[in-house]
């Protein structure tokens, strides 16, 4: 099962996210939520597998990302 342990405003944002995550050892997926503004998804969930997601969450906290 996987769990949403962020919610990035923009896929540009998702994408750093993902590979911070990635680059640490950690499974990662988006997905798209939210409408369209313009050509551009409004919110992109960032999920982990939940038997993951507090040390992945740690993580993104160490380099600052908060949620």
């Excluded at 995550?21 to 798209?32: V, Y």
């Excluded at 369209?36 to 939940?50: A, F, H, M, T």
Aim: with cysteine.
């Amino acid at each position: 099962m996987w769990k949403v342990i962020y919610i990035a405003p923009t896929q540009e944002y998702a994408e750093k996210l993902k590979k911070l995550l990635l680059d640490n050892g950690f499974l990662c997926q988006l997905k798209p939520v939210g409408s369209r503004r313009g050509s551009k998804l409004v919110s992109i969930e960032i999920s982990v597998p939940e038997s993951e997601a507090e040390d992945a969450y740690e993580v993104l906290a160490e380099h600052g990302f908060r949620g």
